[in-house]
């Protein structure tokens, strides 16, 4: 062998090995490959429970906007107090009266007058209306007297109520029963009716008795319908009492509103107002929630 061709060799040899003890080359990494920071994820997770409660955020907003506006309106226009009172001096009377007994006493006189009237008015609802909807023959009959108890206004019908009975609290109720008493009775035989009759003849192909077929079909297929007209009957359940506290009643959250009327008591007027809103809107919650409670399988439908 050459000379030449042996130092080829050699060096052909070190540069093997050199290869072979040289640390192995690794790639940068790249952004994209890069582990994501525990922040970005929190901010995903919050941007998502952001989207789905965005109504429950913009409610409080919306409500500390308002408050703002009606305030700045009253530093712009320097409006006296009788006139138009500050969202501070409102709430101030709010709490003076709520501590001094007066709010808490006539809230619970009209929070008693509005359950009883709505509880006569939906069990006459339910029952009433069930009759009708499983007798269209009855309801032919009985609609003109329903019909025209609902266009007869409550002030011509309040001094026969007074009459007939004595008791002031049973009175308030009984206005508060009409008014509630007709959105209940529709949602009721809208609902007994919306059953489908394919599901009638399952029932009856399994040897169903009546009283199956009226708790295990009617009676949850029409609750969603009929959870609607409690919605309503809640809320007019409401209004008919304050209405008729306006008119003749010596106690009650209406009774404090033509006091505070009288009387000039502008913020006494308006923390009334505000105890009523909260009241209604409380009562209107507690029924969508013993909705949801209630009809559970409706969320799982597509």
Request: hydrophobic share 50%.
């Given at each position: 062998?050459?000379?030449?061709?042996?130092s080829?060799?050699?060096i052909?040899?070190?540069?093997?090995?050199?290869?072979?003890?040289?640390?192995?080359?690794?790639?940068?990494?790249?952004?994209?490959?890069?582990?994501?920071?525990?922040?970005?994820?929190?901010?995903?997770?919050?941007?998502?429970?952001v989207?789905?409660?965005?109504?429950?955020?913009?409610?409080?907003?919306?409500?500390?906007?308002?408050?703002?506006?009606?305030?700045?309106?009253?530093?712009?226009?320097?409006?006296?107090?009788?006139?138009?009172?500050?969202?501070?001096?409102?709430?101030?009377?709010?709490?003076?009266n709520?501590?001094?007994g007066?709010?808490?006493?006539h809230?619970?006189?009209?929070?008693?007058?509005?359950?009883?009237?709505?509880?006569?008015s939906?069990?006459?609802?339910?029952?009433?209306?069930?009759?009708?909807?499983?007798?269209?023959?009855?309801?032919?009959?009985?609609?003109?007297?329903?019909?025209?108890?609902?266009?007869?206004?409550?002030?011509?019908?309040?001094?026969?109520?007074?009459?007939?009975?004595?008791?002031?609290?049973?009175?308030?109720?009984?206005?508060?029963?009409?008014?509630?008493?007709?959105?209940?009775?529709?949602?009721?035989?809208?609902?007994?009716?919306?059953?489908?009759?394919?599901?009638?003849e399952?029932?009856?192909?399994?040897?169903?008795?009546?009283?199956?077929?009226?708790?295990?079909?009617?009676?949850?297929?029409?609750?969603?319908?009929f959870?609607?007209?409690?919605?309503?009957?809640?809320?007019?359940?409401?209004?008919?009492?304050?209405?008729?506290?306006?008119?003749?009643?010596?106690?009650?959250?209406?009774?404090?509103?033509?006091?505070?009327?009288?009387?000039?008591?502008?913020?006494?007027?308006?923390?009334?107002?505000?105890?009523l809103?909260?009241?209604a809107?409380?009562?209107?919650?507690?029924?969508?929630?013993?909705?949801?409670?209630?009809?559970?399988?409706?969320?799982?439908?597509?």
């Amino acid at each position: 062998m050459s000379r030449e061709h042996s130092s080829r060799f050699v060096i052909s040899g070190k540069a093997r090995n050199l290869d072979a003890t040289a640390p192995e080359r690794t790639h940068p990494a790249r952004p994209e490959d890069a582990p994501m920071p525990q922040t970005s994820d929190t901010a995903m997770h919050l941007g998502r429970w952001v989207r789905r409660n965005i109504q429950y955020i913009l409610i409080p907003v919306a409500l500390v906007g308002a408050l703002l506006t009606w305030e700045l309106i009253i530093l712009v226009n320097q409006y006296p107090t009788f006139l138009l009172p500050t969202p501070r001096q409102v709430a101030q009377s709010f709490v003076e009266n709520w501590n001094n007994g007066i709010l808490p006493r006539h809230l619970r006189i009209t929070l008693f007058e509005i359950a009883l009237g709505f509880s006569i008015s939906f069990a006459f609802a339910v029952s009433v209306g069930y009759l009708l909807a499983k007798s269209p023959l009855l309801e032919k009959i009985v609609s003109p007297y329903l019909i025209a108890t609902q266009a007869i206004p409550i002030v011509a019908i309040g001094p026969l109520i007074i009459i007939w009975i004595n008791t002031g609290p049973v009175q308030n109720a009984l206005i508060g029963t009409l008014v509630s008493f007709f959105p209940m009775l529709v949602n009721t035989i809208v609902g007994v009716r919306g059953v489908r009759e394919e599901y009638h003849e399952l029932m009856r192909s399994y040897s169903a008795s009546r009283w199956q077929v009226f708790t295990k079909l009617e009676v949850p297929a029409a609750l969603p319908v009929f959870f609607g007209g409690v919605r309503v009957g809640v809320t007019l359940s409401v209004i008919g009492v304050v209405v008729v506290e306006l008119l003749w009643a010596d106690r009650g959250l209406g009774f404090l509103l033509n006091f505070a009327r009288g009387a000039l008591d502008t913020p006494l007027l308006f923390a009334t107002v505000a105890a009523l809103s909260v009241m209604a809107i409380s009562l209107y919650i507690g029924v969508a929630i013993l909705e949801r409670l209630t009809i559970r399988w409706r969320r799982n439908e597509p």
